[in-house]
């Protein structure tokens, strides 16, 4: 039997559903919660507390990476309002986003090239953070106006910000190692 | 009766007694065994007086296994029969020592499931039963200077293993006759044996230059919680390799040609190794070597020279020390502590080009062979409960990801890397063939897109599924990884409720029953032995079960439980009691199940409530703060 946690992630660290929460406050007891349940203090205990004990903190776990996440808290929430957010699921069709993404595509490819990659990638770097604030402005506006599918589409064109600020990480790691 | 004796609300069972607890560093080339006295954690010596144990094992014809020292002195004469870096094979396939078999003189065999078997003139040996007989000795070595039996252990492993390297270290403590209270990751505990818990915060960095291998790891800590942030390394890069500069340093000198004459480059290794110890403390030192025509060469090697040889190795080592602080998103002004492990870690280049890239002076105060053993030490003795007061939590992360192949050789990520353990992920499957009853998952570890690019973990074969049209039936499989970072895999269909039936296949570790069968192999009287041990473990896990349901009961039973719970669970306490002081396993482990049984609603309301007041304690505290 899993231990019963019928409560959802935000009751489980006593925090009000919303997409706006304190990280500090949700890792401060995200830890509290873990160092009562984890398998470390149940060690030279019986079985069933070691088994339960597994699948406690496995819970905890998941509800951290899942609200302490921007992107994953948000489809959480979407979840939470009966959205069906099977991720990856839809694409966005907008023609106009798509160009951006080629663009976008087009000079992350292109960066090793340029004169001095690293000031490059920078710039990059900081138009995709901006991108990214400005869309999850949009997702605390759609969602606060229950406007969820709207707010489930900034989700999705995050994720393809997200994806390509990861590829940005690799291709200046690599170019790094190289010039240093 | 019995059952009044022993149920007195309010009263415990025994005076706590200390038990008995160890941390293994099961190492590459050298193991140690440490343990918490006084206060105080040590490593154990051996009758002579040696702390470290080479991790060398020897097999004679006559059947006799010898470890340590003497196996080492064994190894030029008897190489295929001395087995040496057995921690290299652990956890790996046949195919995969291919790689590494250049390096390794032993004859190896394809044994069941992939794993791979060392020939030996004592018979076929597999590295999870070479590491028992390491295990083995240490354990020996410290219940002999503890005088009693070990309640159970703490064994280090490198932060970066993956789950079949863990699986096979476990198994070979089990091999070994030894209860394991966690795999703890090598860098924690050279940063608890720093005592870097103890009320610090902020982010640590490991440094471990060993004999062959280089591992930086990167650990954050914040109220008393580890969490490793990254890892990176050179799996072949170590103290050896300053050797071999040295060595080519002084065939350069006396002009002679790397001729493929073993016997010298071992001789003069030898002489290096020393050379690099003595300018440790030294600015300059004498090398002299007989050369193979007869001449007798003899120079001076200073610290300057040596340094320059090995700048671009300490180089390589600092830029995967960049390049693990990127990953783990960290400055290295950030880095608060950076502790030194390994014997390579003496020279003081590498303190020097670390302590600059850091900007602080690394830790190096405690021996850099014995840290790593006395960290899982002093983790073995709270784990042991005997410090019931620390609060002291030890975070670990996936080192890889966990994922299935899908079709076409693709992997699907289940479980992400970095991701904090334990940790339990569910994935739907269905049927694609009407009236499909059994369904094959291939399990694999990596980072890679392609199956064949990442490492087989296991196959698990799930049978009674319901019988029904293709895409219908809807099999939720649970992929949940524990505190030591080993898988556990069940499925159950959903629409049905039927759990299916999960048969695991590891792709190259050992299945129980292979196991079962070395630990009845090892014995000479196997049957009898076998029910012994099977009494034995049962009558601990009993004992176990009784402690933790009558500390329970003590504290909360009352107001938990309705009378008649407590009744029932009284009830088979007894029996269990009672099942305890007979000699018949079976029936303990059946008496076991059913207090479980009872007990497993309260339990459960015992996990939640601590949680709640966990919570709750957290919201008087802010209200004080405020």
Known sequence: MPIDFTAHYFDLFSLPVSFDIDAQQLAERYRRLLSEVHPDRFASADAQSRRLSVQASAQINQAYETLRDPLKRGFYLLELAGMDVAPGSETTADAEFLMEQMELRERLEALAGEDDPLAAADALREELTAAREALFDRFRAHYAAGELAAARDDLTRLQFYERMAAQLDDIEARLEDELL | MALLQISEPGMSTAPHQ??????????????????VRSGVAETLPDEQGRHLLPSVVHYAADGTVTVGFDALARATEDPLNTIASVKRLMGRSVADLKTLAGHLPYEFVPGEGGVPRIRTAAGEVTPVEVSAEILKALKARAEASLGGELSGVVITVPAYFDEAQRQATKDAATLAGLNVFRLLNEPTAAAVAYGLDQGGEGVIAVYDLGGG????????????????????????????????????????????????????????????????????????????????????????????????????LVDSTVRACRRALRDAGVKPEEVQAVVMVGGSTRVPLVRERVGRFFGRE????????????????????????????????????????????????????????????????????????????????????????????????????????????AGAARIRVTFQVDADGLLNVSAEETTSGVQASVTVKPSYGLSDEEIERMLVASMTHAEEDKRLRSLREEQVEAERELEAIDAALAADGDELLSAEEKAEILRRRAALAAARRGDDPDAIRAAIAALEQAAEPYVARRMNRSIQQAMAGHRIEEFENE
């Open chain 2, 213 to 312: 291998t280089f591992d930086i790891s990167i650990l954050r800590l914040h109220r008393g919680v580890f969490e490793v942030l990254s890892t990176g390394g050179d799996s072949a890069l170590g103290g050896d390799d300053f050797d071999r500069a040295i060595a080519e340093w002084v065939l350069e000198q006396a002009g002679v040609e790397d001729t493929g004459d073993h016997r010298l480059m071992r001789r003069i290794m030898r002489d290096a190794r020393a050379a690099k110890e003595a300018l440790s403390e030294a600015e300059r030192t004498t090398i002299a070597v007989e050369l193979p025509d007869g001449r007798r060469w003899q120079g001076e090697l200073d610290r300057a020279t040596f340094e320059a040889r090995v700048a671009p």
């Open chain 2, 362 to 469: 690394p830790l190096v105060s405690i021996d850099p062979d014995r840290v790593v053993a006395i960290g899982a030490a002093l983790q073995a003795d709270v784990l042991a409960g005997n410090k019931p007061d620390d609060e002291m939590l030890l975070l670990d992360v996936i080192p890889l990801s966990l994922g299935i192949e899908t079709m076409g050789g693709l992997v699907e990520k289940i479980i992400p890397r970095n991701t904090t353990i334990p940790v339990a992920r569910a994935q739907e499957f269905t049927t694609f063939k009407d009236g499909q009853t059994a369904m094959a998952i291939h399990v694999v570890q990596g980072e890679r897109e392609l199956v064949s690019d990442c490492r087989s973990l296991a196959r698990f074969e799930l049978r009674g599924i319901p019988p029904m049209v």
């Open chain 2, 18 to 35: 200390r038990r008995l607890a160890a941390g293994i560093d099961l190492g590459t080339t050298n193991s140690l065994v440490a343990t």
